[in-house]
């Protein structure tokens, strides 16, 4: 069986080929629905923008900065804030956009792959395989970032330009794309580089053929995502970037951190770009796969699209080659959730790899079955490492910093007169949450430095451009910490809350080397941990002074 009469079988029952689409449809679904409904905890992320549009005024909540100072699409922020003012303000319904759009994203990015591989079964099959499956976009299908959006908004621009291409004397598919466009750059700041990709592949072709959309369309379009683009930029994003103190620890954060930014000299280039892009497939939510075969397979899929799909390769170029210059100014981190919305083009990209091997494999291979089943074989192979995924997804979701379980035997077990500290970087949870558990968030005063000590950030923001009540140590009992752990502040509070005698520490969003450090200092200056609770992602104690 050559892969032909593969093509020639599914030609004869197409209907064998639409079910087995639709079955790996409906598995994403249940898939994003299943980590959908174990509504996991709010992690420091999710919180800061969560309590912020749930507190805030529509203007606080739309407008950037936001209260812990993010920078947010600003329609993506005003859906949120109008599901929740209808719904109300639990977290699983701030994850209903997400999953709205990890879902649309699933069937149009279906539509997208049909027209890219010209309606061949097996690469439309694996491609929409892949996506389904994807951990990553599991994951951000069900977390209350816009980072899912970036991929709805790129596959619904790119369907849209297919669609356009395809009938370019007709007005549907240019309106489709000139409204996707404009408003899109308001839901997904990313957008622009893909549109940067679409524009220039528009232009090539009129002016190479003479096909295509007509200038006057082809300006117009360009005018239009122009005028949107920069009436958001110049108005809201640019004001709340620059007048922004917590910008350096976000540079810091990305630079220093995350490698984030590309090199602007050449050689470190060459050694830092290959790098990132294994990290695409190795990361801690990235394509489960060998970075040999990820990087082999994206060679291959560019060499696929150079030679049959050149009007995709320029998009996915010129996109690419945005976001590189970008990323070496120092305007957009490449890293990570920040290039989600390329995952569907790394996906294609791999499919069209392997249906580029296989077809050589066919050519040279004097064995029909064996050309025939090469395509199948490196596809499976492919997709392998995703059964991991598919397996936790189903029956292990993935939990977050799991604050709501601490808060809930806290308040079970504190008694009254108990003091509580909250720890730096669960300030956002706690508040989110924190009434639902018989606390006041909002009433509770904070140890704040008298000199700020290392990067301003998020939380130090808020504190500075809120109003705090003033510390009153000794009539009140919940506190917020001054900083993290590791840094001088953090021993000063501790010394401050010996003075209680006993008190709850509730700590999420530290890693295992901050908590013992934690623990060490605490030591150090006679607190004893008697009772400890430890969950996913935090964690709880109850502390006592040492008896001399």
């Known amino acids: ?259 984030a930014f590309a090199p602007q000299q050449a050689a470190a280039f060459l050694l830092w770009f290959p790098a990132k892009l294994r990290l695409v497939c190795e990361g801690d939510h990235g394509m489960p796969l060998p970075s040999w075969l990820f990087l082999g397979l994206l060679a291959m899929g560019l060499c696929w699209a150079v030679m049959r799909q050149r009007s995709f390769f320029v998009v996915f170029g010129v996109t690419l080659a945005t976001v590189l210059v970008a990323s070496a100014f120092k305007a957009f981190p490449f890293d990570g959730r920040m290039i989600l919305f390329l995952r569907p083009c790394f996906l294609i990209l791999m499919v069209a790899g392997v249906e580029g091997f296989s077809l050589a494999m066919g050519r040279v291979s004097r064995q029909r079955i064996k050309g025939g089943l090469v395509f199948p074989l490196v596809a499976l192979f492919l997709f392998y490492p995703y059964v991991k995924s598919i397996r936790h997804s189903l029956f292990h979701p993935m939990p977050g910093e799991e604050i709501k379980v601490i808060l809930k035997e806290v308040s079970l077990r504190r008694v009254e007169g108990e003091a509580v500290y909250i720890y730096f970087w669960s300030e956002p949870a706690f508040r989110f949450y924190g009434a639902e558990y018989g606390f006041t968030p909002d009433s509770y005063a904070c140890f704040k430095p008298r000199e700020p000590y290392g990067f301003y950030n998020e939380v130090v923001y808020r504190r500075d451009s809120r109003d705090t009540l003033p510390l009153d140590f000794e009539r009140q009992e919940v506190f917020y910490a001054s900083d993290a752990v590791g840094e001088p502040n953090f021993r000063a509070d501790m010394e401050k809350m010996k003075e209680k005698g006993r008190f709850w520490m509730i700590i999420s969003h530290i890693e295992s080397a901050g908590l013992h450090q934690a623990y060490a200092i605490l030591d150090e200056l006679g607190i004893d941990c008697s009772t400890q609770i430890n969950v996913y992602g935090a964690n709880a104690m109850w502390c006592t002074v040492r008896d001399k």
Not at 14 to 36: A, C, E, S, T
Not at 152 to 166: G, Q
Not at 232 to 237: A, C, D, P, Q
Request: hydrophobic share 55%; charged share 15%.
């Open 1 to 259: 069986m050559s892969y032909a009469d593969i093509k020639r079988t599914l030609l004869k029952w197409p209907w064998v080929g639409d079910l087995l689409i639709g079955l790996v449809v409906w598995l994403g679904f249940v898939l994003r629905l299943r980590q959908y409904f174990f509504n996991r905890s709010l992690w420091l992320d999710e919180a800061f923008i969560a309590v912020a549009i749930r507190d805030g005024s529509w203007r606080e909540a739309c407008i950037p900065p936001l209260e812990y100072s993010h920078v947010v699409p600003p329609l993506f922020a005003a859906c949120s804030k109008l599901v929740i003012s209808v719904l109300g303000p639990q977290d699983y319904i701030f994850r209903l956009i997400p999953l709205f759009f990890g879902c649309a994203a699933l069937v149009l990015f279906y539509y997208l792959v049909r027209e890219i591989f010209s309606r061949r079964f097996l690469p439309v099959f694996f491609s929409v395989l892949l996506f389904s499956c994807s951990p990553t976009l599991l994951y951000y299908s069900t977390e209350f970032k816009q980072y899912i959006g970036d991929v709805f908004i790129t596959v619904f621009c790119l369907l849209a330009w297919c669609v356009c291409r395809k009938n370019t004397d007709g007005w549907i598919g240019w309106w489709l794309l000139v409204l996707t466009g404009a408003v899109g750059v308001w839901f997904s700041f990313p957008l622009v580089f893909v549109l940067a990709g679409i524009g220039v592949e528009l232009f090539l072709t009129r002016v190479r053929s003479r096909q295509g959309l007509s200038w006057t369309r082809l300006i117009l379009c360009g005018a239009i995502w122009g005028v949107s683009f920069l009436t958001g930029y110049l108005f809201l994003i640019r004001p709340a970037v620059i007048h922004n103190p917590v910008q350096d620890w976000l540079l810091h954060f990305w630079d220093k951190s995350e490698h």
